[in-house]
């Protein structure tokens, strides 16, 4: 019986492409990291400061409302976050 030929595959070349190369970073910026741990450490602090020292501290005024206030800044270090890349 006779042997089939082996049939060489083209080798591949990618199509020239119409747009020039531009080079995009994806780098994240360099403040969104520092802001976000900054938010959450001030809103975790808050929370802390107002359960520790019993409602007088940081805003007596406020009342039970630091708590909404500390995680007010914890959900902005979550929303800071979003801008991470």
Do not use: C, H
């Amino acid at each position: 019986m006779p042997k089939s030929r082996i049939r060489k595959k083209a080798e591949f070349t990618p199509p020239p492409s119409t747009k020039q190369a531009t080079s995009i970073k994806l780098t994240s910026r360099s403040w969104v990291a520092p802001v976000m741990l900054a938010l959450f450490l001030i809103g975790l602090a808050w929370i802390v400061l107002f359960y520790v020292t019993e409602g007088d501290l940081p805003i007596k005024s406020f009342g039970n409302w630091n708590i909404v206030a500390g995680f007010g800044f914890i959900a902005a270090g979550f929303g800071v976050s979003t801008q991470w890349k």
